[in-house]
């Protein structure tokens, strides 16, 4: 039985534009791929104003780390910690989190990029191809929408793909909770 | 009260002439508040030393097979395949903890014991502090396992819950290997050795 993935909570107040929404959470899974290794897990994200809060799981515990990031340009100050107890902070945990993830994940602008906006800075949108693909381009990346929450509420993305060179990010969004 | 050395007699007794296993799972995450965060269920199936299938059907497609020399990890929406060496950093893993071949003194301390209702509580943690977890707990019901859970330094918790235990039964190895769905990125060193 397919479930359908569950689009935003109706009847919570959400801005007109996405990028002025300061609380909301999303679940899903996360995979990533770079020239090297890489990886693939579920992920919980919780955005209060300029404080994400991330963790990211292996599957039946076998790796799990847990990002919390700062600031709202495209470069946060974070802090990482691992299931296996590391914790570190701005560049170390940036390069942690790289040597994990297989490639250099730009969390700060994931933040925008999942609600389907594009993070403060020059930026390019590419309107709907002919499948139904809406592509943003920024910060040498290129962000493809290939499905968008059908529900009442907001058009938030619910399949992306991310690729920049030969790093690729893909994620599936399961459950969104906006102004929450 | 709580009595180590008789918990390692019981997951050791459990483990004495298991060659393979099947059940149902149900698995539950919870975060560090203990609020319940992911529900998952599926099928798995063991057959020792290293080799196992968690087959998760729901909500996702996702099937995590050990081949003996590798771990696979399949995402269906993902469309993406993880691959790494079953080497020893594994060795500590829950999963690994049913299926290695080493013995259980090698990877774990049994730590405690506790009778609740109707389980057998068996407390164990790992030698190697690199591991991804903090303790496992293994739930018996008379001779069955009936839960595995298990805490990672994150503070999150997974609770699996078995139904339909079968010790032994007769598995194809065909389900110990792992083909590539067609179309699906492959990442991680495939190399055989």
């Known amino acids: 039985c397919a479930t359908t993935p569950k689009g935003p909570s109706p009847g919570t107040a959400i801005p007109a534009d996405l990028k002025d929404l300061d609380r909301w959470q999303a679940r899903g899974r996360l995979g990533v791929s770079g020239p090297e290794n890489g990886g693939s897990g579920s992920f919980e ?26 600031g709202s340009g495209g470069n946060p100050n974070l802090v990482l910690q691992t299931s296996d107890g590391l914790k570190l902070e701005s560049d170390a945990a940036w390069d942690e989190l790289q040597n994990r993830l297989g490639t250099a994940v730009p969390a700060g602008n994931l933040r925008y990029w999942m609600l389907g906006v594009a993070a403060p ?3 390019q949108w590419h309107e709907e191809n002919q499948n139904g693909v809406t592509t943003l381009e920024q910060a040498g990346w290129r962000i493809d929408y290939q499905r968008f929450s059908t529900e009442p509420g907001a058009r938030v993305p619910m399949r992306i793909t991310a690729t920049s060179g030969d790093a690729r990010v893909r994620i599936v969004v399961d459950r969104w909770q906006l102004g929450q | ?36 965060v992911e529900q998952a269920s599926g099928t798995l199936a063991i057959r020792r030393p290293d080799r196992f299938r968690w087959d998760y059907q729901d909500p996702n497609e996702q099937v995590i097979v050990a081949d003996g020399s590798r771990i696979w990890l399949y995402d269906a929406d ?40 109707g389980v057998y509580w068996v407390r164990m943690e790992p030698k190697r502090d690199d591991t991804d977890f903090k303790w496992v707990r293994l739930g018996f019901e008379g001779n069955t396992l009936k839960f595995m859970q298990l805490a990672d330094k994150l503070g999150q918790t997974t609770n699996l819950e078995f139904a339909q235990l079968e010790r032994n039964p007769a598995l194809d190895p065909s389900r110990f290997t792992f083909t590539v769905p067609p179309g699906a990125d492959v990442i991680g060193d495939t190399s055989r050795n």
């Not at chain 2, 020893?88 to 730590?111: R, Y």
């Open chain 1, 45 to 70: 994200w919780q955005q209060r104003g300029d404080v994400s809060n991330v963790d990211i799981r292996g599957p039946i515990g076998i790796g799990g780390v847990h990002l919390e990031m700062r």
């Open chain 1, 121 to 123: 800075g020059e930026h």
């Open chain 2, 1 to 36: 009260a709580s009595d180590p050395a008789a918990g390692r007699q019981k997951v050791e007794s459990f483990l004495q002439g298991l060659q393979s296993l099947q059940a149902q799972f149900k698995q539950t995450l919870s975060d560090r508040n203990g609020l319940t």
């Open chain 2, 78 to 117: 993902l469309e993406q395949v993880t691959v790494r060496k079953l080497d020893d950093t594994l060795s500590a893993t829950p999963a690994m903890l049913l299926s290695g071949q080493g013995n259980l003194q090698d990877n774990f301390n049994v730590t405690q014991t506790a009778q609740e209702g």
